[in-house]
Each structure stands twice: as C-alpha cells, then as structure tokens.
C-alpha cells in the first residue's frame, strides 16, 4: 500500500491509506473481516474470497484474459456521486486495466458500494468480484485454478460471512465520482438482483 495519507483527495491517483469495506463482529466488538485464501470448484465457474478485500485477485485473474476486456461498474449504492446503476466501460486494453485499478485501488479496496465485474469478449470469461469480498470467476477454470495456487489459495469450503457491515465511506466520495468520469461508461438501470 502506498503512503499516501497525507496527499489530497483532489487528484485520483493521491489515495488515502488502507480502508477495508467489510467489518465483522468478533465477540462484543467490530473488526475488519478477512477471509482465508480458498476457492471451490462449481459446475461451470469458481467462486472463492478475497482476503483482506485485495485487488490482487481480481487483477490476476483478470489480466490473464485475452483483450480486450469490458468493465461492469455496478453502483447499488451512490453517495451522491452519480445514479445508482450499471455502467459499462469501452473496450479496455491488459494495460488499461491495471491502469484503472492502480488510479482507484483505494476506493475499490475500501468502500462497499458497488460489484465490480469484468468481461472477456474473446474467451467469453466472466470475473466478478462483490461487494462481500468474494469472487465468481467463469471461462478458463484451470488457468484460474493455476492463478490461485501461485497466490497461495487452497480449494476448500468458502466460509460464510456471518453478522457483518457494509463501508461506504465519505472520505472516499472524490475518488467514487472521478471513477464515474474515467470513462464514457455506458449506462442501464440497475437489475434487482444488483439491488443492496
């Protein structure tokens, strides 16, 4: 994580430091939720957690997809920044990609209120990482199985995530708008299957 606490919210690429989005209870008290590293094979797609909410899997999974790649911004839960909804990007370079998610790493590792999905036209393979920190990856299930290992995954039980809590963080409204102007995303109404 960078050190960037003290930089200004004006600029996306100036983050603030370390948030999570998810807390769970731990007997009377709040704490950050993490998950083990595992995944579980299903009959067409692997679904697995993201530990400690890092970009780091949806990263790799997705950049191992041939390009270029769509993005699906869901927003099921604005703070002002735009309407709720899905928004779609153009067609994205592996380059672009990763430029994206380096720019808003710190909102999209830090604030609950939207899934993020991501689309390889070629492959047909689906990425999706939401909300509660966990993944639902379709297409080249054993190139996706390669990927997990060398991260230190191990197929197992996908626990369940008990009582927790949703972030959606104020600090992190700039960076949730100037995502919206990034790209020229084409949007459609939320499905309600999106609704939080």
Known sequence: MSRLGSRSMSDPAKQPVHMHKLSHLA????????????????ANRITGAVPAGSITVFENL?????EPVILLYILHTPR????????????????AFRAFLSKY????????????????PHERATVVWDRHNQFFAYGPIQQYVSQLMALGFKEDTIPS?????????????????????EFPWSYSPLRPEDEQ
Not at 80 to 94: F, I, K, M, N, V
């Open 161 to 181: 995530l008990g009582p927790h809590q949703h972030h959606y963080r104020p600090e992190l409204d700039p960076l949730a708008k100037a995502l919206l102007d």
């Open 105 to 120: 790493r710190a909102f999209l590792t830090g604030d609950a209120r939207f899934d993020i999905w991501a689309y390889s």
């Open 27 to 42: 007997g009377n008290e709040w704490a950050e939720h993490s998950f083990e590293p595992v995944f579980a094979l299903e």
């Open 80 to 95: 002002g920044e735009g309407d709720a909804g899905r928004y779609q990007s153009p067609e994205l370079t592996t380059a």
């Open 62 to 66: 997705v950049s191992g997809l041939t």
